[in-house]
């Protein structure tokens, strides 16, 4: 019986912690708006364009050795990302429900 009442305690404490997780969803993270402006910067300034020129050109040299086309579109497609990706992602992160 005392197993019982330890685990239905337990179940309870349980079931408010994670009931008052949303409640305070929007409220923290204000931490990491240093790293994230730091990241997002990176991303959107001259290290995020370098990283895309690179997936292109990585691409189109490795479909020059092996004579075909499909390595340079999949850096065309990571240069794609590269430069519409922070974007996207900040617009679904900060979209409003």
Same mark, same amino acid.
């Given at each position: 019986?005392?197993?019982?009442?330890?685990?239905?305690?337990?179940?309870?404490?349980?079931?408010?912690?994670?009931?008052?997780?949303?409640?305070?969803?929007?409220?923290?993270?204000?931490?990491?708006?240093?790293?994230?402006?730091?990241?997002?910067?990176? $991303?959107?300034?001259?290290?995020?364009?370098?990283?895309?020129?690179?997936?292109?050109?990585?691409?189109?040299?490795?479909?020059?050795?092996? $004579?075909?086309?499909?390595?340079?579109?999949?850096?065309?497609?990571?240069?794609?990302?590269?430069?519409?990706?922070?974007?996207?992602?900040?617009?679904?992160?900060?979209?409003?429900?």
């Amino acid at each position: 019986m005392k197993l019982v009442q330890k685990l239905m305690n337990r179940a309870g404490v349980a079931s408010v912690s994670l009931l008052a997780a949303p409640a305070f969803a929007g409220t923290t993270g204000t931490e990491f708006t240093g790293l994230y402006n730091l990241v997002k910067g990176w $991303s959107e300034g001259y290290l995020g364009r370098t990283l895309a020129i690179a997936a292109f050109l990585v691409g189109a040299i490795v479909g020059f050795a092996k $004579s075909t086309a499909m390595p340079a579109l999949v850096g065309i497609i990571f240069a794609v990302l590269f430069a519409i990706g922070p974007g996207i992602i900040d617009g679904i992160a900060s979209a409003l429900i």
